[in-house]
């Protein structure tokens, strides 16, 4: 059974750090393209970061975040530095290929002082 699952979230000042991570199971994510999304309270969903041969980050967090991906092991990361309030939402992660897309159930993260 296909399946992500995201872990890393918490609460964070602004300002610091926090690490995401993504481990797959039942996905080859080689054949993917690998993405963060996040959404806040009352907004949209929106694309934070993807990975495939290049790499591609929202200008909100260009310089901030860095995403990475390690294929041998099923995991994809997103490491989040300078962290400020606004980054505060579920994120969540997506492995999409040519007739599938499969998503994470999400994890918190919640910038605040």
């Known amino acids: 059974q296909e399946q992500l699952v995201e872990s890393g979230g918490g609460l964070v000042q602004p300002g610091g750090s926090l690490r995401l991570s993504c481990v797959g199971s039942?996905?080859?994510?080689?054949?993917?393209?690998m993405s963060w999304y996040r959404q806040a309270p009352a907004k949209e969903r929106e694309l934070v970061a993807s990975?495939?041969?290049?790499?591609n980050y929202a200008d909100s967090v260009t310089g901030r975040f860095t995403i990475s991906r390690d294929d041998v092991n099923n995991r994809l990361y997103l490491q989040m530095n300078n962290v400020k309030p606004e980054d505060t939402a579920v994120y969540y992660c997506s492995a999409r290929g040519i007739f599938r897309e499969y998503w994470g159930q999400g994890t918190q993260v919640t910038v605040s002082s």
């Open positions: 990975i495939s041969r290049q790499t």
């Open positions: 039942g996905i080859t994510f080689s054949n993917y393209v």
